[in-house]
């Protein structure tokens, strides 16, 4: 792929009032009528910062839930302060579309006030594997290079790819805004990669097994530095019809954050 080619889209979303429409880089693998779950994990965030500001405090989790395939369609976001606090609060925002009200997705928002503090020990500092070289992009078998959500993202993969089962691991730079007009901020770049935890690291063939996300948890201790940011993931399966795939994020300063997904899994 090449990643100098002007995209068939400049945003992931258009913002029209308090209606966000999804464009075609938030579309899923499996179908471009569905919408793959970072985008509009970001959306939820970027709602909730925008209706309660804070410049004193950071998003330190995001808990999101999915309630069943999120549609390509004009959608609202919801947002609310559960629980204020001047040092610790806790946010809410819920996906719903415009047409018929209903809920797509529910997200809850920890932010932490942040303060300079002086520690007794150095905080620990990963060293994480370079970045490399631009690389050639394979998929998942049977998808091309037609994927919104795929191709708004420049993957460079350390180990692994996204075309075999396996742990993988990867530098992603987000190629175009969140919301049109609007600059990317670096939470977004987090959120809008994380949720590729389980895709990244599928350990069985996706035409026979079905490896179903019902949300993610992302736990961040700072937002990331720069345009790239580093995701190394790995699934854990049972006999049982469960597993979950994990993943922790980085930047050029070392790690910053976690991802956690519970799965379904199950033959096709």
């Not at 999804?22 to 910062?49: E, F, N």
């Not at 620990?124 to 037609?146: C, K, S």
């Not at 990244?200 to 990331?224: N, W």
């Amino acid at each position: 792929m090449d990643y100098t080619r002007p995209l068939a889209y400049a945003s992931f979303y258009e913002a029209d009032g308090d209606v966000y429409v999804p464009t075609l880089a938030t579309s899923s693998p499996w179908d471009d009528r569905a919408q793959h779950g970072g985008p509009p994990t970001a959306l939820l965030a970027y709602a909730l910062q925008a209706n309660h500001p804070r410049s004193d405090a950071i998003v330190v989790r995001a808990a999101i839930d999915f309630l069943g395939t999120i549609p390509r369609v004009p959608l609202r976001v919801r947002t609310r302060i559960i629980r204020p606090g001047a040092r610790i609060e806790l946010g809410e925002a819920v996906l719903s579309g415009r047409a018929d009200e209903r809920e797509y997705l529910v997200g809850r928002f920890w932010r932490i006030r942040t303060a300079d503090i002086a520690l007794p020990v150095t905080p620990a500092v990963d060293v994480l594997p370079p970045l490399p070289p631009p690389q050639p992009q394979a998929y998942f078998p049977g998808i091309d290079e037609g994927w919104g959500y795929g191709n708004a993202i420049e993957w460079r993969f350390c180990s692994g790819t996204l075309e075999a089962c396996g742990p993988a691991d990867a530098w992603t730079r987000v190629r175009v805004p969140l919301v049109a007009g609007v600059e990317l901020d670096p939470l977004s770049r987090a959120l809008i990669v994380a949720d590729s935890t389980n895709g990244m690291s599928i350990e069985l063939p996706l035409v026979d097994y079905l490896s179903i996300p019902p949300g993610v948890t992302i736990t961040l201790d700072r937002y990331p530095a720069g345009d790239w940011v580093y995701l190394n993931a790995r699934t854990r399966l049972t006999t049982r019809g469960v597993g979950h795939a994990e993943g922790w994020l980085g930047d050029a300063n070392g790690r910053f954050g976690l991802v956690a997904q519970p799965l379904l899994i199950e033959r096709r």
